[in-house]
């Protein structure tokens, strides 16, 4: 026998409360207070960053990864290795992402949160001690797999907000991420291989300079144990622990009450508001991913084959920018955007956009100096705050198509799609990036012109793919 139905409460409003139920509480706590539930929203933000931090956090330091595990024949191969290293993460979380949002359906939105930050400690930390390009690939590849927190994480940031508020709980998913791939490769440009970089205060036989690209990953796993920890002790719980969910009575004279049920569930496979939407984001996230591994590997390349010759510390500098401009233009610029725009048009407006930017890279080879940081750094905040402002219009539009139980799976097949053309993104663009310096003077497109002609082509199609007849949008949005 299960254990019994806890007792419904009698509230001023027209809803049923549970006693004991989590998220009848939260669903309480919203009633009573209605401004912005600032620290579960931090929660969010602190966990989604721990998160993200380790995805991209390598791609600055691929190209020389690669030359440190000699796997490479020549420079030339460099990307087709980096392109599958990049991808293993993608594979692992792919394979694993519907399995999670199942589990934050069933069991919680936080017991999945705070394995996954977990994972991230451990498995981020082996990455950062391997000397082998298997065990690279394998490390990677369990992290991607056990860290399923994007799915349960955009489910809670809805969750935890009272409706008009919930553009912002999904804007602080895509800023706390945003911020992750863009401080995680900062992050590691700066700190990867340190006795090289700063050898005063590293030496070559130490610790650091026997593992090179451990310094930081140990930086990102000591914040991922940090907010496990805080996790563990104070992120409340949101998910509804009874059945009859969303039941609700309309008072009437005297103690009488009149029940009604929500209508039978579509099939997720079934519902096309919520499929349109996947697939549109899963053909911007394969072209952001792209897009990240691309311009890390032509940023480090040499000049002669059509990059920028920049360090590794270079790039991080770059992007720390971009990430410091992304989190102005969430904190004080989003929420007007969307309640201008709406999700749909901004994200059609920021894709559209988007486009001119990637075109305009390849040309920057022949700049130097000032010539070439000021239109570098403009162009990288940029394409961030554009790639950002799309992703969050989609996410919203996806949350928005199914009800409270339906949603972390719901965002788990988001997740595994979103994974997959991530996982195919950094191998493929290490490929056609490694094709392209092969051709440094064909006729059509040579060298890097054709890796961005083909990003700016994956970004048409995300553009396409937002308007009608592909597009169906949840009722609210008509």
Known sequence: ????????AATGSNKVYYDGCPGCAMDRRKEAHAGVPYKELLFVATTTFASALPITSLFPFLYFMIQDLHVAQSE???????????????????????????????IGRKPVLAFSVLSVVIFNTLFGLSVKYWMAIATRFLLGALNGFLAPVKAYSIEVCRPEQQALGISIV?????????????????????????PHLFHENSLFGRFPYL?????????????????????????????????????????TTQESTEPPKKSLLKNWPLMSSIITYSVFSLHDTAYSEIFSLWTVSSRKYGGLSF???????????????LLVYQLFAYRWVDKVLGPINSA???????IPIIAAYPFMTHLSGIRLDVPLYIAAMLKSVFAITRVTGISLLQNKAVPQEQRGAANGIATTA??????????????????AQRRQHAAFFPGDHMVFLL??????????????????VPQQYK
């Open 174 to 198: 895509s800023t706390a991420w945003g911020m992750g791939v863009i401080i995680g490769p900062a992050l590691g440009g700066y700190l990867a291989q340190p006795a090289k970089q700063y």
């Open 76 to 106: 030339e191969d460099i990307g087709f290795y980096a392109g599958f290293l990049g991808a293993s993460y993608m594979i692992g979380r792919g394979i694993a992402s519907v399995f999670w949002g199942m589990v934050a359906d069933r």
């Open 1 to 8: 026998m299960g254990e019994p139905e806890p007792e419904p």
């Open 348 to 354: 059609r407006i920021s894709s559209a956009l988007s």
């Open 311 to 325: 360090a590794s510390k270079d790039v991080g500098q770059v992007l720390t920018v971009a990430g410091a401009s």
């Open 215 to 255: 310094l930081p990953c140990l930086c990102i796993s000591t914040l991922a144990l940090i907010v496990f920890i805080s996790c563990c002790a104070w992120l409340p719980e949101t998910l509804h622990k009874h059945k009859g969910l969303d039941r609700e009575v309309e008072m009437v004279e005297g103690s």
């Open 418 to 435: 979103m994974s997959l053309s991530k996982a195919f993104a950094p191998a493929g663009a290490g490929i056609i990036f490694s094709w």
């Open 455 to 472: 990003l700016n082509l994956t970004e048409a199609i995300g553009l396409i793919l937002t308007f009608k007849p592909f597009l169906e």
